[in-house]
């Protein structure tokens, strides 16, 4: 009697579900899968795996537009011009306080700069510890009734023209800062997960296609076949790594931060 030879076991189940990424880690693992495809596959598998490639391209560009929309105000940047701007703010009215307190009969300019303050400042300058966008839309808001109430003219005879020149020299600078900030921040949040989706789903359609290749009497094709796909699987081990808990002793817990803007 004739033997007849054993069946090839291959496992296919650790690629029935696609790998856990991110647009970034997709395009490099999507990659990897290209490069690793045989030149030898068949014409499925070649069609899947050139789908896999044109998704890597897609999802790259859809990561530079987002990296573009990013802004040009760094943190450092938007925080300096903060302060830029209260200082500004904060000096005009406390040249205008320093102008009040002198008497009246010393100088005319003590009681206009006395109503000034009261003008532009009934409750203060707490608006320099607002959020960056609230304290743009309060500065705006006082410049405004400068120009409509014509203070301007009053504002540099009791303060000193460079006063009113330094808040008006940051205001289009910190609305700027202030726009580019709310472009960034739209741009993080910008929704990835379809890009990630069709990542995943080119990935496991290019599994599948490689795996139909194993040949039930030919032991040789599991090897092509697991070859082709170990990208996948150093992805997985990549990601186990990462996410195994450390033996180390943590660092202690930093003191806690002054909160920011």
């Known amino acids: 009697m004739r033997k007849t030879k054993p069946l090839v076991e291959f496992d ?28 030898d596959a068949p014409s499925n598998v070649k ?5 896999l490639a044109a998704t890597a391209d897609a999802a790259e560009g859809d990561l530079l537009a987002r990296n573009r929309a990013l802004g040009a105000f760094t943190e450092e940047d938007s925080r300096a011009l903060d302060n830029e701007a209260d200082r500004a703010w904060g000096a005009l009215r406390m040249r205008l306080q320093a102008m009040a307190m002198i008497a009246p009969e010393v100088t005319p300019k003590a009681a206009r700069a006395a109503e000034l303050e009261a003008t532009l400042f009934p409750n203060g300058t707490g608006f320099l510890a607002a959020e960056y966008a609230e304290q743009s839309a309060a500065m705006g808001t006082l410049l405004r ?29 910190y609305e700027k800062m202030v726009s580019e900030r709310l472009r960034r921040d ?3 949040g910008q929704n990835l997960l379809e890009t990630v989706r069709a990542l995943q789903s080119a990935i496991l359609n290019h599994a599948q296609k490689v795996i139909g ?20 699987e150093a992805h997985r081990e990549a990601n186990g790594r990462a996410a195994a808990p450390s033996t180390e002793s943590p660092d ?3 003191a806690p931060a002054a909160p920011s803007k």
């Open 145 to 173: 009734q400068v120009e409509e109430d014509e203070l301007a003219k009053s504002l540099s005879a009791v303060a000193g023209p460079e006063f009113l020149a330094a808040v008006r020299r940051v205001q289009p600078r």
């Open 252 to 254: 202690p817990a930093p």
């Open 12 to 39: 296919a189940s650790p690629y029935a579900h696609a790998p856990t990424i991110t647009v970034s880690t997709g395009i490099t693992l999507a990659r990897a899968l290209v490069s690793a495809c045989p030149s």
């Open 47 to 51: 069609k899947a795996c050139k789908h």
């Open 186 to 188: 739209a741009a993080v």
């Open 213 to 232: 290749t194993v040949e039930h009497d030919d032991p040789s094709t599991v090897d092509v076949v697991r070859a082709a796909l170990r990208p996948i």
